[in-house]
Structure formats: structure tokens, C-alpha cells
């Protein structure tokens, strides 16, 4: 065994006490920063009715004929009417959570098409209330979820390309990743300086970053078939 000397001894000592000392700086500093981080917020429920509002496609506001329905804590839309479920805020760097499954139900004009709905995010309201808004779109349909849409001229950088501002431009995802009809989905939307990432059921599956938008409201769609909404989340990011 090598013999070391009382004064290597204590510089071994000090040295390990710093290398101590450093570690549980740098875990203090994250139990920190993560403490101070905005927590994730529910968003969507019949608790905070005046952080949103409905519009369907006629204009009515009022939504007479219940499209949008809490049961408990899932938001059953029938789809019967073409419209959303809107947030007043405006939100620009955050992390967007909901789950969703189909339902049975699909009415015109797209009782033959694929069921349909989306997230729109980065949503510009410059006209009021319409369908469709001026947003970006998660696209929730059967086979394609995650595709991005841009809508009314938006635009985003895809694969280093700055898109085409257009009335509809479509950017098909990367991965397919749903899960059977009946069952839940995870979508995410995560949006952070300037990149834009869709992942469902955990698994990226389409990434970009921001062209023309900055910030906007957020959107789950009522298209023509009956889709189930929970757990709705937001957390907004530095």
C-alpha cells in the first residue's frame, strides 16, 4: 500500500469535502429552480368557466344544443357542430397536456370521412371568433395524429424549410404512435424558445420550429365527430 503524507491526507480531505460541498449546491439549486417553476394548471372545466368560451360555426356562443359537455371530468363533444372550446389567455412558451379517445358518432359532412378533431395553439383571433382561426394545429385524426396544419397564411420552419404561407398547408408526421379507437391518447404540445414539439402517448412524433406566430390561445376542435376530452393541462415555460 502506498504511504501518503499527513499534508496529502488533508488535501484528499478537503478536496472530497468540495467535491460534497458542489454536488449538493448544484441538487439545492435544482430542487430550487424546479420549486419555483410554474406548476401545471387545469385548463378546460366547468370550474373556471371564465377562462373560456364556445363558439360554433353559426356564431352562437351559447351552444344550445350542448356540442360541448362536462361529464364529471371528461368533455364529451357530440361533433355535431363544427366550433371549439377556447382559452381567453393568450399563451406563448408552455407545455400543453390532454387526453383523448372517439367516440361512435360522426355526422356531415364527414359521417364517411376519417373522425376529426385537433389542437390549435398560437391561435391570432385578428377577425373574432371564426372557424378557423388563424393558429397552428395538432392534428387529432384517425392515422394522422400529430400532423401539423398551418392555417390562414401561419407558418412554420419544417426540416429547415421555411413553409409557404397558405390558406391549409399540411406537414405529415414522423411516427404513428395512437393507439386503437376506444382507447386513451396522450397529447402534448411543447412549445420553448422558438421549437415546437408534438408528442402522443409519449413518443415524439413531429417537431418544428415557429415561423410567423409568437403567441395565441389554444383550441380544441368540435369537426364532425364525437370525441371525449380529460385531463387538460397547461404549464407555462420560461
Known amino acids: 500500500m502506498k504511504k501518503i503524507t ?19 449546491f448544484f441538487l439545492a439549486t435544482s430542487l430550487l429552480l424546479y420549486i419555483m417553476s410554474p406548476a401545471q394548471k387545469k385548463i378546460f372545466t366547468p370550474d373556471n368557466k371564465n377562462e373560456w368560451h364556445i363558439f360554433l360555426k353559426d356564431g352562437k356562443k351559447n351552444d344550445s344544443e350542448k356540442v360541448f359537455q362536462f361529464e364529471g371530468n371528461v368533455l364529451h363533444v357530440s361533433g355535431k357542430d363544427f ?7 393568450k399563451y406563448k412558451n ?8 372517439w367516440g361512435e358518432k360522426k355526422y356531415p359532412p364527414r359521417e364517411n370521412e376519417k373522425r376529426d378533431a385537433g389542437i390549435l395553439y398560437h391561435v391570432d383571433f385578428y377577425s373574432g371568433d371564426k372557424v378557423w382561426p388563424r393558429s397552428l394545429e395538432y392534428q387529432i385524426q384517425e ?31 414522423t411516427k404513428d404512435a395512437e393507439k386503437p379507437n376506444g382507447q386513451w391518447n396522450k397529447a402534448e404540445v411543447i412549445v420553448q424558445n422558438g421549437k415546437i414539439t408534438h408528442l402522443l402517448n409519449g413518443e415524439i412524433v413531429n417537431s418544428g420550429r415557429l415561423g410567423s406566430t409568437k403567441e395565441g390561445n389554444i383550441v380544441l376542435q368540435s369537426e364532425g365527430s364525437e370525441i371525449y376530452y380529460r385531463n387538460m393541462q397547461i404549464k407555462e415555460l420560461d
Open 6 to 24: 499527513t499534508r496529502q491526507f488533508f488535501c484528499n480531505v478537503a478536496a472530497m469535502k468540495k467535491k460534497f460541498f458542489l454536488h449538493a
Open 83 to 89: 366550433g371549439y372550446i377556447v382559452t381567453e389567455k
Open 94 to 101: 408552455f407545455h400543453f397536456t390532454v387526453e383523448f379517445k
Open 143 to 173: 392515422g394522422d395524429c400529430g400532423d401539423f396544419w398551418m392555417t390562414d397564411s401561419t407558418t412554420i420552419i419544417y426540416n429547415d424549410t421555411l413553409t409557404q404561407p397558405k390558406n391549409w398547408l399540411r406537414a405529415i408526421k
